[in-house]
């Protein structure tokens, strides 16, 4: 797939920036998404170059500015809705909880 | 399946490796020159468009893995040998880049033909 994920050879991105004592995690909730790799990964099944194609489907300008984890929650997303485990609405449903303070 | 305790060492530690136990034969050998192919899918590929249709040289021999282009849509593993291979900077940027840089990638043998 001929996507935006395949920056190799672009110009105008700038350099790439090294990051001193780098922590595994920048946020809590990436070592909680690393985690779901696993769990995801051995229940519903799917291989890792379903997981790498799942990402290249992101839309192409949210793909630029959104996270490498957050890349990893869209793949689950799609690994889980494809087979069922989870639907788009209750997906909604949930990040509409936690918008408004839910639990 | 569910995830047990005892599955997580070999996962983390393969990152969920593809490498097939499989005997196939390769198609190229360390040394070799090869010329990636044209290929375009609108499905998944793990070949970097850059390399299109570009000259390298097969510096090394992984073994045998999972294809995917084929494992990533439930088409089977259809197991293949992947390689490193060596791009100079040249072939790949022109005639403006550095004359001594070079790159390696893996490729698969699906993505490449003899020369």
């Not at chain 2, 999972?66 to 293949?80: R, S, Y």
Request: aromatic share 12%; glycine share 10%; proline share 6%.
């Amino acid at each position: 797939m001929n996507g935006i994920h395949d920056l190799g050879g672009m110009h105008g991105l700038g350099p790439v920036l090294r990051e001193d004592n780098e922590p595994a995690f920048h946020e809590p909730w990436e070592g909680r998404a690393f985690a779901l790799f696993a769990s995801t990964f051995v229940f519903a099944g799917y291989t890792v170059d379903e997981f790498r194609h799942a990402i290249e489907k992101i839309a192409p300008a949210h793909y630029l500015e959104s996270s490498y984890y957050e890349h990893w929650m869209f793949a689950f997303e799609e690994a889980l809705m494809k087979r069922g485990f989870v639907t788009r609405e209750e997906l909604d449903a949930r990040i509409a909880q936690l918008k408004n303070g839910g639990h | 399946m569910l995830l047990t305790p005892e599955i997580v060492p070999g996962l983390l530690a393969t990152g969920a490796s593809a490498r097939v136990a499989a005997d196939v034969a390769p198609r190229f050998q360390v040394g070799d020159l090869i010329r990636v192919r044209n290929h375009n899918p609108a499905t998944h590929t793990r070949l970097p468009g850059y390399l299109r249709g570009k000259l390298g040289t097969v510096e090394r021999d992984y073994g045998v893995f999972a294809f995917p282009d084929t494992h990533a849509h439930g088409l089977g593993e259809k197991p293949q040998h992947c390689y490193s291979v060596r791009f100079t900077a040249r072939e790949l940027w022109g005639a403006t880049a550095p004359e001594r840089d070079t790159l390696r990638v893996d490729v698969f043998d699906d993505y490449a033909d003899p020369v």
